[in-house]
Antibody, heavy 120, light 110 residues
Framework: QVQLVQSGAEVKRPGASVKVSCTAS????????IHWVRQAPGQGLEWLGR????????NYAQRFQDRVTLTRDMSTKTAYMELVSLASDDTAVYFC?????????????WGQGTRVTVSS | QSALTQPASVSGSPGQSLNISCTGT?????????ISWYQQEPGKAPKLLIY???NRPSGVSARFSASKSGSTASLTISGLQAEDEADYYC???????????FGGGTKLTV
């Protein structure tokens, strides 16, 4: 079965960076985009970007363009999301999700989420 | 780029049907057939209910259906059950600054 397993919770100081991992199993990792979505406490879902594991090609939400980097390691079937210059409003649960079925906006498999807390 | 517009909350009684709307613009919902709906229970990851406007993934109850008219998409839940109580989000492909945009979410109370 498809599984996405994310790294554990993080606590960071303002101005620091965080790197969250997402390890895939149960499907062809190279065949499907991985998306990253976050959810601040009590708030809605917000899309950060996606990566094509096969090519490494990325698309980012414009508001995160300068602060987020998506990468992947094909040997370990792991995708990474790094967010720099953290501020308190980056406190959120960060999810990775496998694209599909359908085009771009549908994700049928999600990681368990990684809580990132930014606090001084 | 604003989020898609959803009602903050809706409520219904068991057995009833209800609709949740998702209003966008000509740059997203009004332009593309790439609209999804998700259900999210507290503390859990979202679950895909609908993709490409009206398609249900395998395993999703037929009580969930969806459609689109112009720049507004709609999710219909028929035969409401207590277990349907959750947050619901729409998302759309967009030609704007973000490839994917979400609605603000709708809290369903049964």
């Amino acid at each position: 079965q498809v599984q996405l397993v994310q790294s554990g919770a993080e606590v960071k100081r303002p101005g620091a960076s965080v790197k969250v991992s997402c390890t895939a199993s149960g499907y062809s990792f190279s065949a499907y985009y991985i998306h990253w979505v976050r959810q601040a406490p009590g708030q809605g879902l917000e899309w950060l970007g996606r990566i094509n594991p096969s090519t490494g090609g990325t698309n980012y939400a414009q508001r995160f363009q300068d602060r987020v980097t998506l990468t992947r390691d094909m040997s370990t079937k792991t995708a990474y999301m790094e967010l720099v210059s953290l501020a308190s409003d980056d406190t959120a649960v960060y999810f990775c999700a496998k694209e599909g079925p359908g085009v771009v906006v549908s994700s049928d498999s999600w990681g368990q989420g990684t809580r990132v807390t930014v606090s001084s | 780029q604003s989020a898609l517009t959803q009602p903050a909350s809706v409520s219904g009684s068991p057995g009833q049907s209800l609709n949740i709307s998702c209003t966008g613009t000509k740059a997203d919902v009004g332009r593309y057939q790439y609209i999804s709906w998700y259900q999210q229970e507290p503390g859990k990851a979202p679950k895909l209910l609908i993709y490409d406007v009206s398609n249900r993934p395998s395993g999703v109850s037929a009580r969930f259906s969806a459609s689109k008219s112009g720049s507004t998409a709609s999710l219909t839940i028929s035969g409401l059950q207590a277990e349907d109580e959750a947050d619901y989000y729409c998302s759309s492909y967009s030609s704007g600054p973000s490839l994917v945009i979400f609605g603000g979410g709708t809290k369903l109370t049964v």
